[in-house]
C-alpha cells in the first residue's frame, strides 16, 4: 500500500527547494541585473520574489494535508514543524496562506504599475513601497485573525477518529479549526477564494489597455523601450495563468468538503497544488525578460565550461524614454 505521506512529502521537499532557490535567484536579478529604465519595477519584482520564496520556505516547514469534515477544517502537518509542536505548525501555516493571497494582489498591482506608466511617468520606490504596504495589509490580517482560529488539537483528533476511523494519526501533528463559521477562519477562506474572479477580470482588462496602447502608433516610445514593455507583459501573462493551479486545489478540497470522495492522495493533493504557484511564478522573469535571461545563460555556459558563440556587439539603449518605464 502506497504511504502517501511519504510520497508527497518528497514532493513537497523537492518542488518548495527548488521553488526557494529561483526566487533567491529573481531577487538578485531584480536588485542587481536590471536595467536602468525598469529599476523601479523592479521593486515589484523583488516584492514578487521575496513572497514566493516564503510561501515555498514555510510549505517545506510545514507540508500540510487539509482533512475537512463537516464544518471541521483538520490539519496534518508533516514537515520539520512537527518537531516543535501543533502551535508552530498552524502559525507557519497562516503564514504560508497569507503569502499566497498577497501574490494574487501583487499581480494585479504588477499589471496596474504596467498600465499607469504608459499614460503617467513611474512612480517613485517609496510610493510603490507604500502602494504595496496598503495591499498587504488585508493579507496581514488574515494572518492575524486567523490565529485565533485554532481549536484543541486534542478535540479536532477527536472529530477526524469519529469521521475517519481507518485513518492512522498517531504519531502525527494534528491541528485545526471545529467550526469554519467563525470570523477569523471564514475571513481567510473567503479571502483566498473570492477575490480570484474579480481580480483575473481586472487583469484581463489591463492587459487589453496594455496591448492596445503598445499598438497606437500615437504612443512616443523607442522600439527597444517597446519591446521592453512586451517582455514584462510576457512574463506578467503567463504569471497571471499560473494561479490556475488554485482551481486544482479549490477542486479537491470541495470534493472533500461536500463529503463527495474522502482520500489521502486528496487531501495531500490540495496544498501541493498551491505550492506549484510560487514555484513556476519566477519562472516568467528568467524566460520572458531579455537582460535576466542572457544573465542564467551566460552563467550556465559558463559553469558548463562552454564558449558562447559570437555575440553581437550591438547593445540596445535602455536609457531612453525613462520618464515612461521608470
Given amino acids: 500500500m502506497i504511504d502517501f505521506s511519504i510520497v508527497f512529502s518528497y514532493a513537497h521537499a523537492i518542488i518548495a527547494i527548488l521553488g526557494m ?7 538578485y536579478l531584480a536588485l542587481f541585473r536590471t536595467p ?29 494535508r487539509l482533512i475537512p469534515t463537516g464544518l471541521t477544517l483538520a490539519y496534518v502537518s508533516n514537515g520539520y514543524c512537527s518537531h516543535f509542536g501543533p502551535r508552530t505548525c498552524y502559525v507557519a ?13 501583487s499581480l494585479l498591482l504588477s499589471f496596474s504599475y504596467r498600465c499607469y506608466i504608459l499614460y503617467k511617468p513611474a512612480p517613485t520606490r517609496k510610493i510603490l513601497i507604500l502602494i504595496l504596504l496598503l495591499i498587504y495589509t488585508p493579507s496581514l490580517f488574515q494572518w492575524v485573525s486567523f490565529l485565533w482560529a485554532q481549536d484543541d488539537p486534542e478535540e479536532i483528533r477527536s472529530i477526524l477518529y469519529t469521521a475517519f476511523p481507518l485513518y ?29 474572479t474579480p481580480v483575473y477580470i481586472c487583469i484581463l482588462i489591463l492587459r487589453r489597455k496594455i496591448i492596445a496602447r503598445l499598438s497606437y502608433k500615437g ?5 527597444d523601450t517597446k519591446n521592453l514593455h512586451s517582455q514584462l507583459l510576457m512574463a506578467l501573462t503567463y504569471q497571471a495563468v499560473i494561479p490556475g493551479f488554485y482551481l486544482f486545489s479549490v477542486a479537491s478540497y470541495a470534493i472533500g ?10 487531501e495531500y493533493f490540495t496544498f501541493s497544488s498551491f505550492l506549484f504557484i510560487p514555484f513556476l511564478s519566477p519562472l516568467a522573469s528568467f524566460i520572458f525578460v531579455t537582460p ?28 531612453s524614454h525613462i520618464h515612461v518605464l521608470g
Avoid at 516584492?47 to 500540510?64: G, L, Y
Avoid at 501555516?93 to 494582489?105: A, V
Avoid at 498517531?170 to 470570523?183: D, E, Q, Y
Avoid at 504612443?219 to 522600439?223: D, E, F, M, Q, Y
Fill in 21 to 27: 532557490s529561483f526566487n533567491f535567484l529573481l531577487a
Fill in 36 to 64: 536602468r529604465v525598469i529599476k523601479s519595477y523592479a521593486t515589484l519584482i523583488v516584492n514578487f520574489a521575496i513572497t514566493d520564496f516564503c510561501a515555498c520556505m514555510f510549505d517545506f516547514f510545514v507540508q500540510q
Fill in 93 to 105: 501555516y497562516s503564514l504560508m496562506l497569507h503569502f499566497l493571497s498577497h501574490s494574487l494582489w
Fill in 168 to 196: 492512522n494519526l498517531a504519531g502525527h501533528t494534528v491541528t485545526g479549526t471545529k467550526n469554519i463559521l467563525c470570523f477569523s477562519a471564514l475571513y481567510t477562506i473567503l479571502h483566498m477564494t473570492i477575490p480570484i
Fill in 219 to 223: 504612443v512616443n516610445i523607442t522600439k
Fill in 257 to 266: 468538503q461536500f463529503g463527495i470522495y474522502n482520500h489521502p492522495a486528496l
Fill in 292 to 319: 535576466y535571461r542572457k544573465f542564467i545563460k551566460h552563467c550556465f555556459l559558463k559553469l558548463a565550461h562552454v564558449e558562447p558563440a559570437e555575440i553581437s556587439s550591438t547593445h540596445h539603449n535602455y536609457t
